[in-house]
């Protein structure tokens, strides 16, 4: 079945590192995702993962992919008050064309 | 390029009503989508396409219709509002395409409220 599950909410003070993680049920996802929401705003492309490497680093973001554990983290270094959001990880099955599955989203909160 | 355009970004309809949201796009994406957000469940699919005349049904379908008379348009059609569709519905457009790794792109979203 399809099934991807994050927690709800995460808070993390400013300067901190913050870590969301995603768990997924389907062992045949070929691409793994992460999308930002911002409020009143639609879903915007942060990073992805191709489901044959490990890791992915981009600038602050870290993405970490345990393929046994079907479990996908990211990893926001130097948390700013712009990085809070909601965060949605999403997984695209093979043999679909483009069709993702997206996870319940964690609310991010920066405090200072 | 506008993107992903959706309207009307608000919505208040009453029970048994029907409206048509629309969703355009300019960047002559074959994949088209619907989802719509609730708070705690994430994005759930509501219809697809995969190109022109072309039309599936996703996760949530019942109440919906949906057509692809264009590759610009997916227009998402209400047949008979419920209070259980009030939501945030979010159109998303992708070049598509199997094995690739295609970034989708969301309109701004519709604000949906049935009373």
């Known amino acids: 079945g399809e099934d991807v599950e994050q927690s709800l909410f995460l808070s993390v003070r400013e300067g901190d590192s913050s870590v969301i993680n995603c768990t997924y049920t389907d062992s045949s996802s070929t691409y793994l995702y992460w999308y930002k929401q911002e409020p009143g705003a639609g879903l915007q492309l942060l990073t992805y993962?191709?489901?044959?490497?490990d890791m992915k680093q981009d600038q602050r973001l870290t993405v970490l992919l345990n393929k046994k554990d079907k479990h996908l983290s990211l990893r926001i270094a130097d948390t700013q008050t712009g990085d809070s959001a909601i965060y949605f990880c999403?997984?695209?099955?093979?043999?679909?064309?483009?069709?993702?599955?997206f996870g319940t989203g964690t609310r991010l909160q920066v405090t200072l | 390029n506008a993107g992903v355009t959706q309207t009307p970004k608000f919505q208040v309809l009453k029970t048994g009503q029907s409206m048509t949201l629309q969703c355009a796009q300019d960047m002559n994406h074959e994949y088209m989508s619907w989802y719509r957000q609730d708070p705690g469940m994430g994005l759930r699919l509501i219809h697809y396409?995969?190109?022109?005349?072309?039309?599936d049904q996703g996760e949530v379908p019942n109440g919906y219709n949906v057509s692809r008379s264009t590759t610009e348009d997916f227009p998402l059609r209400l047949l008979s509002a419920a209070p259980s569709q009030t939501s945030v519905y979010f159109c998303a457009s992708s070049l598509g395409g199997l094995g690739m790794n295609t970034e989708a792109f969301f309109g701004q979203g519709t604000r949906l409220t049935v009373v």
């Open positions: 993962i191709f489901s044959n490497m």
């Open positions: 396409s995969v190109g022109a005349g072309i039309t």
């Open positions: 999403a997984e695209k099955m093979a043999g679909t064309a483009s069709k993702l599955t």
